[in-house]
């Protein structure tokens, strides 16, 4: 029998450890920070449900990004199917980008292919200077910095700095 208490600590020491490396690839992957997050919260939420059944997989990080990703090709076909009916439904046409279903097939084969190919570091440093953008204040950076890349809570941020949580989640 599988311990249910130890499945969920271990899936929140995972979730510290790895929760900016798998922000920084997913932001490389979909080119959006908040989207990024989305994902990474969708697969430690699958990982809540799964691995206290199935157990922990031998790599955890890679199963966590993989998943991921898989939601992030869910999502990116349904918002490619449903601008498309849109599209014939208004019989007018947009000038969005939509990626081919070839296309689409082949980035499910890149990320079968690449299982953490060593790009990581370079995903963290593109993270970092995202986080660390010239237009956001100071302490906006470091705010998101400490959350994104540290791995600390908004409340933990906000005992930090003392003021109030509101304010950091702004």
Known sequence: M????QTRRTIEAVCRIESAKLIAGLT????????AEELAQDAFVAALEQWPQSGVPRNPAAWLMTAAKRR??????????RDRKYRELDGVRTSLYH?????????L????????????????LRLIFIACHPILS????VALTLRLLGGLTTDEI?????????TVAQ
């Open 72 to 81: 992030a090709i869910d999502r990116i076909r349904r918002d490619v199917r």
């Open 2 to 5: 599988i311990d249910a208490d």
């Open 109 to 124: 084969e890149a990320i079968d292919a690449e299982r953490d190919g060593g790009r990581i570091d370079d995903d963290l």
């Open 28 to 35: 490389r992957f979909v080119r959006d920070v908040g989207f």
């Open 138 to 141: 100071a302490e906006a950076r």
């Open 158 to 166: 906000a005992s930090a700095f003392l003021i109030p949580e509101a």
């Open 99 to 107: 990626a081919p279903d070839a296309e689409l097939d082949g980035a």
